[in-house]
């Protein structure tokens, strides 16, 4: 397929409740290292997701994927198993991983990705967890 | 005092986390009225703090207020009590109160009021929960 | 009822096309009225809607109305009749009226008050067409 | 004039530098109350302005006001004036005048006032300095 | 030329109408593949652009390029020919081009590139559709 | 170190007056080329300052980097001699130095670039001077 390239990002969001835990270290440790993150009693944001694949429109719809299927894919796999949810205690992909916005974010990619069309790559997860702090993941072959 | 009266707004923000949840009903009751926001393991939100205050500019400093010294009660009395907190379950002064965003504007209302200087008067809280949903509240006095 | 009195608000929104053009007037005369906005082909915008509602919050839940409710009846009653939609064309209640954003703001004020329930007052209608230009509308007793 | 009360928005911006500083004040004094605002050698804003007005609209064009009429006079009575300027030395009608937020907000009120049509009504100058501050007037009849 | 190598970004807007709508098929197949943005009566939204050049900083300027220079060649080039206009319809540089977000992206590539100065390369146009939608375009060489 | 690589984003901000002006040229080529930026009394803007890194996330804690300790250097080295500063007079490591955006962004990444911990690189210096003008710096071996 020939064409130019375009870059297409589709917002989701969804709110929830999680703390940095370490459960290896004591309750001491993870306060020196995380402060008021390590509230046991949790506390939460409202997360902004942004998902960009990358591809060439189709010549006939003018489209690199439909977004409405996009919309989809990210409500199944991501927001519906995130929103309103313990980050900590409710997701079993993120059983056994500290849900810091880095390692969700890996999460987010690697629920994603395989449910692309083979026309399209997934490109970036944009995950904003408050106006001062977000992190942007290009998948795992990224060069350090 | 003569001159003219101003409205001076101050934002603040806190990052907390909830549920919705009236411990008088059963769960399937909880579920049923608050859908997911019941979610027994809590879930969170970054709340924007939006406090205005009315009054004359002072003719010495053209300030209402310093806003330096509203932004110190705001901390005080308010964010460092509800920032990465749990607001069911760490807040002394939200005890027995079903956290809602209009519950908790109306508190923080009542904690701010007292420590407001002599010659302002607090005007509003407008509390945001998420880029859809916020409560504005104006007082005891406010008529239906 | 007793307790304090807040103002909740619910966003929504709709992408739709318009052009201003008084079908009174010549081309001329509506081109020398609205300029670019009276373009015959249409133009268009992202709507944004702030719909605020007037009450006292529940003992039982802490609402002043279940928003998940009113995020229907805005649905209902105005969405789906006006995103993806010509104003000027589409629109059985918009008919024989100028899409002015203050014309559309009163028309969402009569189509959504009929809907809410008693113990609520519908408070304001705003209306967001650009980042530079919105209006709010109060409802048909508003003192000049 | 009959028909339904609406409150009508445009927004403008200027950038400018100030200090807060009052020269009846030694330097001491001044660093004591406006902290780093009395750098004397100035700092500056993006400020955000919303011109808030009052109306019925035209049963011809829709309008309360045509807002490309309400943009020129913003523009020639306010922003070419304040836009990168020095608030404290530049602008005639800030002479004398501690150039606080407050005191801006309420010189722009009174250099628009005399020449809005006289079928609307100024209702809210709203000037924003940062995301964490702002003010609203409504004028010189606003009751404390 | 010798320095440091910059993106600055320059911000534009246009509001317009457009549908998604491919002359060769049916209405019922334009319905089934683009859902109501296939509305016949048309639909339209505020589109933000966002323009990056790259390039090194003049030593005399401290500019890459005067940006009050690329705000005239967008106004030009783009903003002019798009503001309020109807994409399908009124725009000779996008006759026979289905109006779909990446294929206006990629025609204001090709429209700006030749107006820039030959010390500045073109890197980015990023075209806003809505807060949940937009695509981002490096030029005709991007590989995928 | 194995694992995926991320780009953490932290923002900061700052309040500061400046001007455009070449010492070497006449106070009206400095106009001709700066227009009103050049204005010699100043004009200031609010600047929004976000800064990336990149790094692969620590198994301990899940973190590129402590966030809270970024927040710290970008206090100390940049927001605490910038913030409600005047960039052409208050500031040693801007002598000499045209306060463009552009310029102050690669004097931005060469204050935060030597303190960083060895485990992760600086990637981007984001700095916004208004919503329509911005840069982005990648550091000094970025192509042309």
Redesign the interface.
């Known amino acids: 397929m020939n064409g130019?390239?375009?870059?297409?990002?589709?917002?989701a969001h969804f709110?929830?409740?999680?703390k940095?835990f370490?459960p290896?270290?004591s309750k001491e440790e993870n306060e020196a290292?995380?402060?008021?993150?390590a509230?046991e009693?949790?506390?939460?944001?409202?997360f902004d997701l942004y998902v960009?694949i990358?591809?060439?429109?189709s010549v006939?719809?003018?489209?690199?994927m439909?977004?409405?299927k996009l919309k989809v894919i990210i409500e199944n796999e991501v927001v519906e198993h995130l929103?309103?949810?313990?980050l900590n205690?409710?997701v079993p992909f993120l059983k056994d991983?500290?849900?810091?916005v880095?390692?969700i974010?890996?999460v987010i990619w690697e629920r994603l990705e395989p449910h692309l069309p083979a026309n399209v790559?997934l490109h970036k997860i944009h995950l904003i967890e408050?106006?001062?702090?977000?992190?942007?993941?290009?998948?795992?072959n990224?060069?350090?």
Chains 1, 2, 3, 4, 5, 6 share one sequence.
């Open positions: 130019p390239v375009l870059f297409v990002t589709r917002k709110n929830a409740a999680h940095l370490n290896l270290w290292c995380f402060g008021k993150c509230n009693h949790w506390h939460g944001h409202n960009t990358k591809g060439i429109p006939d719809t003018g489209f690199v439909d977004l409405k929103d309103h949810k313990n205690l409710d991983i500290l849900p810091s880095e390692n974010a890996v790559k408050t106006v001062n702090n977000s992190v942007e993941y290009y998948g795992p990224t060069p350090f």
